[in-house]
C-alpha cells in the first residue's frame, strides 16, 4: 500500500467512522476480561439488554436478564469459548421488559485477538431472524401434518365411499363426488378469504366444509348443522376453517365418521360478545382422550383459536367427544 493510500484508510476507518458503520449495521460491542470477569460494553449493547449505562459489568449482571430456560447453556457455552478455535456464535434469549429478545453473542476463541487479558466480541439482536425461522418451522410442521391429513382423509372417504356403494362405478363416483365436495370448500374459502370485500355466512362455511360428508341419503340423520346468523369476516374464514377441517378429519379417522352409525351434531349461539360453536359426535368408537389431547393437530388448533382470543373444551364421552369452542364475536365477524 503506497503513502496515499494508507493515509485514506486511516482516514475512513478511525474510531468514529467505524462506530458510524457498527452502528448503521445495530453491532454492539463487548469486552471480557478473562481473569476479572468484568464486561465492559457499549450504549448500544446496554441499550439492547435494557439496563442503565455503567462502566462495567460482571455476566452475573447479564445472568439476571437471560431467559432462565437459557442460562446454563450460555454459561457453559461462554465458558467454552476460550477453547473454541476459530469464530463462535450463541443464540439465547433474554427478557427486556416484557419483551422476549434473541440476541447473538460473536466472537473468536482459542484467545484470538485478545489484547492483554481482555478479548472482544459483538452483541447482535436477532430476535427477527429467529422469529422467522419459528415461524418457518411451525409453517413445515403443519403443511406435514396438513398432508398426512390429506392421506388419512382420502382413506377415510374411501371407507365411507365402500359402505354405502354395492359396485365398484358406484363407489368411483360416490368418491369422486366427495372429493368434488372438498375440492369446493376449499375453492370456497380460498376465494372468500382473499376478496377483502366478502364475508361468509358461518352455516355455509360449515355446509362447505361439510359437503364431501354430506352425499348419502341419510346424511340429515348423519349430520346436523344448525349455526347461528352470524358473518364470517374475510380474516377469520381460513383459521376457523383450519379449526373445522380438523375437527371433521378427526371424526373421519378414529371418531363418529368412522362408523355407520355414527353422526355429528353442530350448533351454536350468539351471544353479545362471544359465538359458540357445539360440535358433538355420538354412535362412533370409544374415545381415547390421551390420543387425542395429545395429537399435533388439537395443538395447533389450540393455537389458531387464539387468533380469535377464544377457547376449546373438550368432554369425552364413552361414544363420543364434545367439543365446545368458544370465539371472540367481534373477532369472527370483523
Known sequence: MDDESHVQAADVWD????????????????????DTDRIT???????????????KVTFEDLSACIHPADLDKVRAEFS???????????????LHGDQERWISA??????????????????????????FEEQRELVAREMHHRIKNLFSLSSALASI?????DTKQEMLED???????????????????YDQKKAIRLNELLSALLQAYLLDPSAAQN?????????VGEHAITPLAMIIHELATNATKYGALSSDSGRIVVTGEDETDVVRLVWKEAGGPASDRLASKNGFGNKMTERVIQQFNGSIHRDWTPDGVHITLSLNRALLVG
Open 223 to 231: 349430520i346436523s348443522i344448525s349455526a347461528p346468523e352470524v358473518l
Open 15 to 34: 474510531e468514529r467512522h467505524l462506530r458510524i458503520a457498527t452502528g448503521a449495521a445495530g453491532v454492539a460491542l463487548w469486552s471480557w476480561n478473562v
Open 175 to 193: 368418491l369422486a363426488q366427495r372429493f368434488q365436495g372438498l375440492s369446493a370448500a376449499h375453492n370456497l374459502i380460498f376465494a372468500r378469504s
Open 80 to 94: 467454552a469459548t476460550r477453547d473454541l478455535r476459530g469464530p463462535y456464535e450463541i443464540d439465547f434469549r433474554i
Open 161 to 165: 365411499a365402500a359402505r354405502n356403494t
Open 106 to 131: 460473536r466472537g473468536r476463541g482459542e484467545d484470538e485477538g485478545i489484547v492483554g487479558r481482555i478479548m472482544y466480541g459483538v452483541f447482535l439482536d436477532v430476535t427477527y431472524r429467529r422469529s
Open 41 to 55: 460494553m457499549d450504549s448500544r449493547a446496554f441499550d439492547l439488554w435494557g439496563l442503565p449505562q455503567k462502566s
